[in-house]
């Protein structure tokens, strides 16, 4: 068995439902946004903002999770079994694998890790008998748990049978040269970010500096009934509009900030790549600042 046999999870369900929550969050935001701009100030303007802002929010945590499952695989070598899903990677040596079968043949049923869904049942929940057990997995019906000397996961190849027969084949026919035990986990890498002094200013200076700009549209809108958005050709102000229209400045800083916060945290898995990452998190504060500046302007502009 010099060959890897790879082995996917089951995908199309949750494709589609990630497909459908991102759509559903997306047509959220674009309902709340509409909404803000029907209203003339006061809370409610304020109360669709933040609402808009927080799905938009969310967005990137559902793609993750969808980009996780796209690219999530099980490789089956002679030597162990290696897990690679997003962030999260894990690499077992054969020879430390004491069992593998399917969760139907276990005693006492699986417990799911809370807020799972197909094509995500990801996290850690404790077992009567095995004691912590982390899903790696997209379906409830296709689990198979491998039970190694430091840990205990499920996950769920397509095709179960194949899966556990060359598993246990793999395991009867032993390895001279198992593969090295590797742990790598998203908080890890969070942590990774949180270190890094650079980061520690850059990102919460991008987010504080875009609630400044919503903030002082929303108190400004109130007050200024019409404003002019820019000049023509000549130099001269455009015709004024309601000012409701300004508040386009803080979506479009609350779009580009998570852009490059997403875009960022991309880039800083490698260290060659990491300046990148520094240039797209300078960008989320260059960002808001010139349209904190240019709604100062208009602002001027319209007393």
Not at 234 to 239: A, H, K, R, T, V
Not at 248 to 270: H, M, N, Q
Not at 279 to 290: A, M, N, Q, S
């Amino acid at each position: 068995m010099a060959e890897t046999y790879t082995f996917l999870p089951k995908r199309t369900p949750g494709i589609i439902l990630h497909a459908f929550l991102a759509a559903m969050i997306l047509g959220g935001f674009g309902l709340l946004v509409w909404l803000a701009f029907q209203q003339t100030g006061g809370f409610l303007l304020i109360l669709y903002l933040f609402g808009s802002i927080v799905l938009l929010g969310i967005v990137p945590f559902v793609g993750y999770r969808g980009y996780a499952l796209l690219h999530g695989v099980y490789s089956l070598k002679r030597d162990g079994l290696r897990v690679r899903w997003g962030l999260r990677s894990e690499d077992i040596p054969l020879s430390e694998v004491k069992w593998v079968r399917p969760a139907n043949d276990l005693q006492t049923p699986l417990r799911f890790p809370a807020f799972s869904i197909p094509g995500a049942i990801l996290g850690t929940v404790d077992h009567l008998d095995l004691g912590p057990v982390e899903f790696i997995a997209s379906s409830y019906k296709n689990l198979v748990v491998v039970a190694s000397i430091n840990q205990v996961i499920a996950v769920s190849p397509e095709n179960v049978d194949e899966f556990v027969q060359r598993f246990q084949r793999a395991i009867e026919m032993g390895t001279l040269t198992p593969m090295e035990a590797y742990s790598s986990v998203p908080a890890a890498f969070l942590r990774q970010v949180a270190a890094d002094r650079y980061v520690r200013i850059l990102i919460p200076s991008g987010f504080g500096l875009t609630l400044v700009l919503l903030v002082l549209v929303s108190l400004s809108v109130p007050g200024i009934p019409l404003v002019s958005l820019g000049y023509d050709l000549s130099g001269n102000l455009l015709q004024p509009v309601e000012s409701v229209r300004m508040l386009l400045l803080p979506v479009l800083s609350t779009i580009f900030y998570i852009f490059s916060l997403v875009a960022g945290l991309y880039f800083y898995r490698r260290s060659e790549t990491r300046p990148i990452s520094y240039l797209v998190w300078t960008g989320g504060i260059i960002t808001p600042i010139l349209l904190i500046a240019a709604s100062i302007i208009l602002l001027l502009s319209a007393l």
